[in-house]
């Protein structure tokens, strides 16, 4: 049981490139979501997902795309990086009951745009 | 003003001391509180869960909410080293479609051998 993958781990992007973060978790969740992480800001939440097949916006969701095309798996992209996009990414999953309110967060993945 | 303030330190205190992580909201819908733990270069984690208000203590670690003061605690008693870590509160309003979760931006606490 890997819980909650991410992959890449690091990236060095040149502006202007694309790119996809891969998030996988097999715990059968149905909620994920993609974060991102910056010094003295906390967690932002950029984008969604309550179901396969389902998106939404979160906080700062510009200058990204999501898929949720299988339920174990959740896609951001990149399209057009820019230098504000440099950050830690954190994928995140929750079961979706009424019992818990837990996230299980991935590793992150270190993104630098130059 | 954002939703949740935690204040960033680094804080440092020898080892056996009482930490006091405290944070404040303004969004009075919040009824859930989370701490999570993130050891550097990792994910968060989860460390304790509270609803409403009180207090629920788990071993050395205490979380206690003041609702009518919109201020949250996590007390940590007999700090180790393995406890040197950045803590982030986070809260959210309820099990609506998402129950979008807000962090703040985490206290960075070292504890001294």
């Known amino acids: 049981n890997a819980g909650v993958t991410q992959t890449p781990k690091f990236r060095v992007l040149k502006t202007g490139q694309s790119m996809t973060l891969l998030c996988a978790q097999d715990?059968?969740?149905?909620?994920m979501y993609w974060y991102r992480q910056d010094p003295g800001m906390g967690l932002r939440l950029i984008h969604y997902?309550?179901?396969?097949?389902?998106?939404a916006k979160g906080e700062v969701p510009d200058g990204y795309n999501v898929s949720r095309l299988k339920k174990q798996n959740f896609l951001l992209g990149l399209e057009s990086a820019a230098p504000s996009q440099t950050s830690v990414y954190f994928c995140?999953?929750?079961?979706?009951?009424?019992?818990?309110?837990?996230?299980?967060f991935g590793p992150g993945t270190r993104l630098t745009v130059t | 003003q954002k939703e949740v303030e935690q204040d960033p330190g680094p804080l440092s205190v020898p080892e056996g001391a009482i930490v006091s992580l405290n944070c404040t909201y303004s969004?009075?819908?919040?009824?859930?509180f989370m701490w999570y733990r993130q050891y550097s270069r990792k994910g968060p984690e989860l460390l304790m869960y509270?609803?409403?208000?009180g207090n629920k203590e788990d071993g050395r670690f205490t979380a206690q909410v003041d609702k009518s003061s919109k201020y949250i605690s996590l007390f940590i008693r007999d700090s180790q080293p393995s406890d040197s870590a950045t803590y982030l509160c986070?809260?959210?309003?309820?099990?609506?479609?998402?129950?979008?979760?807000?962090f703040g931006s985490g206290t960075r606490l070292s504890i001294r051998p």
């Open positions: 969004n009075s819908a919040f009824q859930y």
């Open positions: 986070a809260m959210s309003a309820g099990y609506s479609s998402a129950s979008k979760i807000i």
């Open positions: 995140a999953s929750r079961e979706g009951t009424l019992e818990t309110d837990e996230q299980y």
């Open positions: 715990m059968n969740h149905e909620y």
């Open positions: 509270t609803y409403s208000s």
């Open positions: 997902s309550v179901g396969e097949g389902t998106t």
